[in-house]
């Protein structure tokens, strides 16, 4: 998968693409990450991209010109499906992420300041938001995307881990996970993950996902695919629905 990146400070992006999961897949080949300059598409000599908005008020609007003549000059060769991070966007999920993870290549286009002339809309292919607060910019934004969409592209989380066990993939929160020391300031490890029983270890989990959903996103649990034993462990816990 290609992933283009548009910023006005693209240097935020490098260090944290560089390194771990996502920097050992573009090292493999896995993922190819492009940063582009936003102020290179600049036409005045000032290379200015903001301006004031029209109708008063606070801050500077990024100017449609550098913008969508960047947009235009990187999609001119395998047409990314074009993203707008915007807290107006739509709400970025687990769903998202994997679908957005079969694109051949994405562009991600980071706001500043006040947005983007409403204008630049009209070359975009979707507004995508990464929570209900505001950014001062869209970089963060574009790393968190990238993180996400990269863990369903084949080849980049490796065979030994599965997007798929991860939290939310099933609508559910992961259960809880331990490591050694067995014993760690009086607290021990369920014995039952210590049993070697495959079955009984599955059912705990099962159960433990429930549990942990039902206290901390009981919303999740209406759209989570569940079987009647996990209805009957959720209504045992109080469950109402
Ligand atoms: C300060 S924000 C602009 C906020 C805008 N005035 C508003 O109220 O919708 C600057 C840029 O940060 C990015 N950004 C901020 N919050 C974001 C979020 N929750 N998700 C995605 N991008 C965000 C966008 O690219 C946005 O253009």
């Known amino acids: 998968m290609t992933i283009h990146v548009l910023a006005l400070f693209p240097e935020i992006l490098g260090p944290g693409l560089a390194a771990g999961v996502i920097g050992r897949a573009r090292a493999r080949g896995a993922l190819a990450i492009?940063?582009?300059?936003?102020?290179d598409y600049a036409t005045d000599k000032h290379q200015q991209?903001?301006?004031?908005?029209?109708g008063g008020g606070a801050g500077m609007v990024m100017k449609p010109e550098p913008l969508v003549a960047a947009i235009e000059h990187v999609s001119a060769g395998d047409r990314p499906r074009r993203i707008l991070l915007s807290p107006r966007g739509a709400l970025f999920?687990?769903?998202?992420a994997r679908?957005?993870?079969?694109?051949p290549s994405i562009l991600l286009v980071c706001g500043r300041y006040e947005g983007v002339d409403e204008r630049v809309l009209a070359v975009v292919d979707e507004e995508l938001s990464i929570g209900d607060y505001v950014l001062s910019g869209g970089e963060p934004a574009a790393l968190v995307v990238i993180d996400a969409v990269a863990r369903f592209?084949?080849?980049v989380l490796g065979n030994v881990a599965s997007p798929e066990d991860d939290s939310h993939a099933s609508g559910l929160l992961e259960y809880p996970q331990?490591?050694?020391?067995?014993e760690f300031r009086g607290a021990r490890v369920p014995g039952v993950l210590l049993s070697g029983d495959h079955g009984a270890i599955a059912r705990w989990r099962r159960r433990e996902a429930l549990r942990t959903t039902l206290a901390r996103r009981p919303d999740l649990l209406a759209a989570a695919a569940l079987d009647d034993d996990d209805r009957a462990f959720l209504r045992s816990?109080?469950?109402?629905g």
């Open 93 to 96: 999920t687990h769903a998202r």
């Open 99 to 103: 679908a957005l993870a079969v694109e």
């Open 178 to 182: 331990y490591t050694r020391p067995e």
């Open 237 to 240: 816990l109080g469950w109402a």
């Open 34 to 39: 492009h940063l582009h300059r936003l102020r």
């Open 49 to 54: 991209v903001d301006d004031a908005p029209y």
């Open 153 to 155: 592209v084949p080849g």
